[in-house]
Each structure stands twice: as structure tokens, then as C-alpha cells.
């Protein structure tokens, strides 16, 4: 079963040249992968057409059965339930705490508060946060604070998430323990793509790698492949 598919995928954004040209790519239920190339390649891009920032100018994006063409208006905050975004900077409300960074989601959702707490305690716990949930973002280091930002990205049980550099202010060794924090979550039903420039971090993930270059797929390069290097 496929979680996304793109369907000859063409952005051009007004005034400017294609962003995307005819992309398909097809990423199963469970799958980590990541999409990288040089900077203005078009991995934010795409990313921005799953969580629908962005629509295509040509071609199709679909959610599972779901064409997201056809999701608009009050659709629009549903789809992006099923979708965790990570960001390069975390984009933490500053002035509140570890906990309630990750319980808004939840709250906005209108969950009962008695079920948040053991649900964002449990998450917080698995991220090595259960002591920090009632410090402010301030007080934690950075890579601490990127774990944050994933679990308020996962907190809603998304069947996908999306990460756009999400390493991109970290050291190698952070780096590599968010890695390794991504590839735990297709076990619990999260399929995971992320966009790197960082081909050497990439590379030693050993997934499937596709390769974006001036708007086109260029290469889609599978773990075997790379175990071959
Ligand atoms: P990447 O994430 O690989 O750096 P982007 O998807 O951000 O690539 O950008 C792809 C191309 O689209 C670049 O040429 C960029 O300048 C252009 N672009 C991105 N966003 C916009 C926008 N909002 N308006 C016009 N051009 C854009
Ligand atoms: P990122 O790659 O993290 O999106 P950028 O600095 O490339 O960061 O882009 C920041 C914002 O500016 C994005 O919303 C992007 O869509 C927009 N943008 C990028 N390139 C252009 C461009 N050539 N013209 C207009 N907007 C752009």
C-alpha cells in the first residue's frame, strides 16, 4: 500500500522558471527515505506540496487514496493532521513549556486533557524528555530542542512526516541521534521523508535516496544500491 504517490509533477511559481519538473515517485506505508540535491533543487518544494503550502502547476499528489487536488477550505487543516512537519528550526512557542509545545496539537484537536497528559508524558519519555517537560524551550540545547519539534510533529500520530533539513543547525553526532530518532518511527505506523543537502549523513542512513537536480528526479537510488558503495 502506498502512503504517497506523486504523479508527474510539475511547480512553477509565478514569474519563475519549474521548481519541479514531471516528478513520480511512489513511497510505501512504513518507508524512511530522503530527497536531496543542491540548494534550489526543489526538495522544500515538494515537501510544501504534501502538507499543502504549495499546490502543483501540472500533475497529480495523492495521500493515499486521497487526490490533494481535490482537498480545499476546511479539508485543507484535516489533511495537515495526517502530516508532521519538522522544520529546520524547530519554530517552538518560546514563552511556553516543553509540555505544552507538544500537547498543542492535541489540544487544538479538542482531545480531553486527561488523555494528553499520558499521551505526551509517554512520547516525552521514548524521546529521553520526561525530566525537561516543564522547562522552556530556552533552557534546552539545541538538539534537545529539535527533539521537541519532532515529537509535536508526531504527537498527533501522523502517517507521515516530513522534515526539511531538520539537521541543518546540529553537529554531526546530533545529527546522527535525530537520524536514528526518524528511522524508529515506520515501526509505529509513520512513514518518514526527509529533505538533506547533507549527502554524507544520507548516505550512511543506508534508505532509498531520491535525488532531485534543477526540479528533476534525477536518480532514486535504493538501500541495496548504496549498501553496494
Ligand atoms: P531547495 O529546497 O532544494 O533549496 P526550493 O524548493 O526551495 O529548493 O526551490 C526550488 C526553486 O524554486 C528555486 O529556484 C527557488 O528559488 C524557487 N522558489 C522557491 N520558492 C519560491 C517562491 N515562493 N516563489 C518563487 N520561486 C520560488
Ligand atoms: P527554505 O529552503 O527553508 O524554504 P528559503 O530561504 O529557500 O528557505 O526560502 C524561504 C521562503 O522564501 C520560502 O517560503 C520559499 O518558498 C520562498 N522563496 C524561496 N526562493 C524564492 C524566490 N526565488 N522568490 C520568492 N520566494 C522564494
Do not use: W
Request: glycine share 10%.
Amino acid at each position: 500500500m502506498s502512503v504517497l504517490r506523486f504523479d508527474n509533477v510539475s511547480k512553477r511559481y509565478p514569474g519563475g522558471h519549474d521548481a519541479l519538473a514531471e516528478v513520480s515517485f511512489e513511497v510505501a506505508a512504513g518507508e524512511m527515505l530522503f530527497v536531496t540535491g543542491h540548494s534550489g533543487a526543489g526538495k522544500s518544494t515538494l515537501l510544501k506540496l504534501i502538507h499543502l503550502s504549495e499546490r502543483p502547476s501540472r500533475g497529480a499528489v495523492l495521500f493515499g487514496e486521497r487526490n490533494l487536488l481535490k482537498v480545499r477550505g476546511r479539508r485543507v487543516p484535516l489533511h495537515r493532521r495526517e502530516v508532521g512537519v519538522v522544520y529546520q528550526n524547530h519554530q517552538l512557542l518560546m514563552d511556553r513549556s516543553i509540555f505544552d509545545n507538544v500537547a498543542l496539537p492535541l489540544i487544538l484537536r479538542g482531545m480531553r486533557r486527561g488523555d494528553i497528559g499520558k499521551r505526551v508524558r509517554s512520547l516525552l519519555e521514548r524521546l529521553g524528555l520526561g525530566a525537561r517537560e516543564r522547562a522552556l524551550p530556552s533552557q534546552l540545547s539545541a538538539g534537545e530542542q529539535q527533539r521537541v519539534g519532532i515529537a509535536r510533529a508526531v504527537i498527533g500520530e501522523p502517517l507521515l512526516l516530513v522534515a526539511d533539513e531538520p539537521t541543518g543547525n546540529l553537529d554531526p553526532t546530533l545529527s546522527a541521534e535525530i537520524m536514528a530518532l526518524f528511522a524508529s518511527l515506520p515501526e509505529r505506523g509513520t512513514s518518514v521523508l526527509v529533505a538533506s543537502h547533507d549527502l554524507g549523513l544520507v548516505k550512511r542512513m543506508k534508505k532509498r535516496v531520491l535525488v532531485l537536480d534543477h526540479g528533476r528526479l534525477a536518480d532514486d537510488i535504493s538501500p541495496e544500491d548504496l549498501a553496494d558503495e
